[in-house]
């Protein structure tokens, strides 16, 4: 009964590729901004993209810009990541969430974690 489901994580070599996906049933998903967060081990949740609702404008962390991209498809409540070029540092269990009616201040986020799913980029 989560209100998110991640998948599409897995066990990679450094630069292939992965694509995520978050699903949802909350009905007024297509209002609401999502972002995607990353937790790396010992460290906290960190904002990595964010898609607004409408507009489709899509931010990204530094460590994610011209590797990462974000979008999301209203009419199956989905949102995805699609990573390029993975580096070990990108590891960690991926989660998304709705932020709120804009992106803005996504980075500073602070909410409750489903499963997410987890990303490991090894040789």
């Known amino acids: 009964q989560l209100q998110f489901v991640e998948s599409g994580g897995g066990l990679v070599q450094p630069g292939e590729s992965l694509t995520l996906s978050c699903a949802t049933s909350?009905?007024?998903?297509?209002?609401?901004?999502v972002g995607w967060f990353r937790q790396a081990p010992g460290k906290e949740h960190e904002g990595v993209a964010c898609?607004?609702?409408?507009?489709?404008?899509?931010y990204y962390a530094d460590s994610a810009k011209g590797r990462f991209a974000i979008s999301r498809d209203n009419t199956k409540n989905t949102v995805a990541l699609q990573m390029v070029g993975l580096t070990p540092e990108d590891s960690g269990v991926y989660y998304c969430?709705?932020?709120?009616?804009?992106?803005?201040?996504?980075?500073?986020?602070?909410?409750?974690w489903g499963q997410g799913t987890q990303v490991t980029v090894s040789s």
């Open positions: 909350e009905l007024g998903f297509k209002h609401y901004a």
């Open positions: 898609i607004n609702s409408f507009d489709d404008t899509s």
């Open positions: 969430s709705t932020i709120g009616l804009y992106c803005s201040g996504y980075e500073r986020y602070k909410g409750s």
